[in-house]
């Protein structure tokens, strides 16, 4: 910290920091807050100016004399932008300052007066620094389109703050989701059901769907072109087509897991939980109960991923010859049978020798026999 020689003492920045209003008592004994005014002869400016070349928000403790002074002022800004909040009221108001900060921390525009929050050059410059200072702008600003989509290529989320009246305008939303699908979720109501706007939105992410009006995602060609574009924008597709088995079938091309978001029927279907599975084990997961139980289907699950056993039915994680054939595919898949078999000795010696990992699901009666640890 710097410090300097005035009369004989040092003074440094904790000089001017305010103090605590229960340590200032003045003489009758009562409490007093501390004032930061002192003469100006008093000051050490040079000290005072090092001070805030190092620290501009020290401005806050300083003396009314410094916050009033402009040179003072803008070598605190200089240093740290936020320090303009600490000036006096009419640095504050200070035009020329007040640029200068806003070009380095948008985020400023939040200390600034109404005035400064509804001139154009100021905001825009605020924006271009930082996007989300948009939110400090007067609500005629933040009705700009054009400023708008500006502070939204800083920062997408920006246009949270534009206003009412913009987000429903069907022009201003095409610009807005061109620069990030994202912004559908602001759109006015009315506006999510219109096509040209959800589907640039979705070919740039199908979750956009999810801001869609529910005639938009029960359109089958629209829905077709986005489950062929992700598999994934199957989830939003209305509950009729969620049950086509083409859209759900390019979905499990793509993925097993879409099997989640398929209609019961087809989760039912064992051709169509076939091909689920046969792309990934643990959508068995997704499978109806009676296909869960499925000797073929839960086999061809575990050879994918042994975990997928845990989605097995009760009755086959509790089949000792079922078990015994699934452990000699992978010995790991005893951690999700049923507590009686992780007892049973002979099938666990056999999962330990496929895998000796395995040891760690034997049951507590038998996990430290020899034969399990040799």
Request: with cysteine; charged share 30%.
């Amino acid at each position: 910290m710097v410090a300097a020689k005035y009369r004989g003492r040092v003074i440094s920045k904790a000089d001017f920091a305010p103090k605590r209003p229960e340590l200032a008592e003045v003489e009758d004994g009562s409490d007093a807050e501390a004032s930061t005014e002192l003469p100006e002869d008093l000051l050490d400016k040079e000290a005072v100016l090092n001070i805030l070349r190092m620290d501009g928000l020290a401005l806050r403790g300083m003396p009314e004399p410094i916050k009033r002074d402009y040179g003072m002022v803008a070598e605190a800004v200089k240093q740290n932008p936020r320090a303009l909040a600490f000036a006096a009221e009419d640095l504050r108001a200070d035009r020329a300052l007040a640029l200068n900060a806003v070009q380095r921390c948008g985020a400023v525009l939040a200390d600034l007066s109404e005035v400064m929050r509804d001139d154009s050059e100021m905001v825009h410059e605020a924006v271009l620094h930082n996007g989300l200072a948009l939110e400090f702008a007067s609500e005629r600003l933040r009705s700009d389109g054009d400023l708008v989509l500006e502070a939204m290529r800083q920062t997408w989320q920006a246009i949270e703050f534009g206003s009412e009246s913009l987000l429903s305008d069907l022009a201003f939303m095409r610009e807005a989701v061109q620069i990030n699908w994202r912004a559908l979720g602001f759109a006015g109501e009315e506006l999510c059901g219109e096509r040209d706007l959800v589907v640039p939105a979705m070919r740039q992410n199908p979750t956009a769907l999810a801001h869609a009006h529910g005639f938009l995602r029960a359109d089958r060609e629209l829905m077709k072109e986005a489950v062929a574009l992700n598999w994934q924008a199957l989830q939003y597709a209305s509950r009729q087509l969620r049950d086509d088995r083409e859209i759900v079938d390019s979905a499990l091309k793509q993925n097993g897991l879409a099997l989640q978001s398929a209609s019961e029927v087809i989760r039912a279907d064992r051709a169509m939980v076939l091909d689920a599975i046969s792309r990934s084990g643990p959508a068995l997961e997704f499978a109806s109960e009676e296909l869960q139980n499925d000797k073929e289907l839960v086999m061809l699950a575990i050879r994918q991923d042994r975990n997928a056993f845990q989605y097995a039915s009760e009755a086959l994680r509790n089949d000792r010859d079922f078990v015994l054939e699934a452990v000699a595919v992978d010995g790991m898949v005893v951690e999700h049978a049923s507590e009686v078999l992780r007892g049973d000795l002979e099938l666990m010696q056999e999962a330990v020798r496929q895998d000796w990992r395995a040891v760690d699901f034997a049951a507590d009666s038998i996990r430290e026999d020899s034969s399990l640890n040799a």
